[in-house]
């Protein structure tokens, strides 16, 4: 691809399909309309969206379809909302609904335990059924409502174990990550993040940082690699990219420190 001013250098990013940086989109609900502008404005830097809770069931099957494959034939790839394997497994339907979603074409599906408690057994048999249909598996860690932050060991057993058992990304909960970094990125209880992180491996975790500075932190400490989503809102998606990218006030612009340093030409007040 020619990018416009591609005569001025910038940090570049992996292109599509991506294994690392990956921005994950919540889908509020789009008409075919809007979805194709969102796609033609800000689709190559989306890599998975998620209908949310249960709303595919409130969808015309056709239209869920047509959906799907608008995406899927722009490489972004769709996943249904953990609360969907929830209801489903709670009615004795799991079984009817992964093959629901394979047929559709649904690239990924999420393991959440919001309000069901499964035993052990179960909770991995579940990743087992994703992974051997090649269904691309997210599992939610944490809770929505955290009265205390983590404890860096065992959340790093836990998620160690869930990817030995063939989850693929492990999405860290918004309200672990609220209670990590605060919703203003200024949280003294950043470091146990820190500690996770370096337990498990970045490349291993979507953080579902909803806020704009909880993002910005993320990015001035790990880069363009970290992911993050499945939550971000569709007008932020190229708000987000830029700062990828270092070209933002909320990442101090990084993306300019190499030539500030090769020219001598920082102010001392920046």
């Not at 994950?24 to 789009?30: E, F, I, L």
């Not at 335990?113 to 048999?125: F, G, L, P, Q, R």
């Amino acid at each position: 691809m020619k990018y416009a001013m591609d005569f001025i250098e910038a940090i570049e990013r992996e292109d599509k399909p991506r294994k690392n940086g990956l921005t994950g989109v919540r889908d509020p609900g789009m008409g075919m309309l809007e979805t194709q502008m969102f796609i033609e404005s800000a689709g190559m830097y989306t890599d998975w969206v998620k209908f949310r809770n249960m709303m595919p069931r409130f969808f015309s099957h056709d239209w869920f379809v047509k959906k799907v494959n608008l995406y899927k034939d722009n490489n972004i790839n769709v996943l249904p909302g953990g609360i969907t394997g929830e209801m489903a497994f709670l009615q004795g339907k799991w079984d009817q609904t992964l093959e629901y979603m394979v047929d559709v074409g649904v690239s990924g599906m999420e393991v959440s335990e919001n309000y069901v408690n499964y035993s052990h057994a179960e909770k991995i048999k579940l990743v087992h059924d994703l992974r051997d249909h090649d269904i691309h598996c997210f599992f939610e860690w944490g809770v929505k409502k955290p009265h205390e932050p983590l404890k860096p060991e065992m959340a790093i057993k836990e998620i160690n174990n869930l990817i030995s058992e063939g989850v693929n990304h492990v999405i860290v909960e918004e309200g672990e990550i609220d209670m990590l970094l605060g919703v203003d990125g200024q949280s003294e209880n950043s470091h146990l993040l820190i500690e996770l992180i370096e337990g498990v491996g970045i490349e291993h975790l979507m953080i579902e940082a909803i806020h704009s500075k909880q993002q910005a932190w993320l990015l001035k400490n790990y880069g363009t690699t970290v992911n993050i989503g499945p939550n971000v809102l569709t007008h932020e998606v190229l708000w987000l990219e830029s700062n990828r990218r270092g070209m933002g006030r909320g990442v101090n612009y990084f993306g300019l420190d190499e030539w500030l340093e090769k020219t001598g030409r920082r102010r001392n007040d920046a």
